[in-house]
């Protein structure tokens, strides 16, 4: 099997929440979440990522 692609990485940090903040653990990472969910969006948005075509090829 021969695989072809193009892989792009980015790394950005995720702000840790305050030592004093008042929410609870699950609300803590319910928020890290929604943070890496919208930083993604962000990027698909602004134009990072291939055509729907592209992606089509790219997936076999």
Do not use: C
């Not at 990472?29 to 969910?37: K, L, R, S």
């Not at 919208?38 to 076999?60: R, V, Y």
Request: charged letters at 20%; proline letters at 7%; a negative charge.
């Amino acid at each position: 099997m021969k695989a072809s692609g193009i892989l792009r990485v980015t790394a950005e940090m995720v702000p840790a929440p305050p030592a004093a903040d008042p929410r609870t653990l699950e609300q803590q990472i319910f928020g890290v979440a929604d943070y890496v969910t919208e930083i993604i969006q962000q990027g698909l948005w602004s134009g990072q990522h291939f055509t729907e075509k592209e992606n089509h090829k790219h997936a076999h």
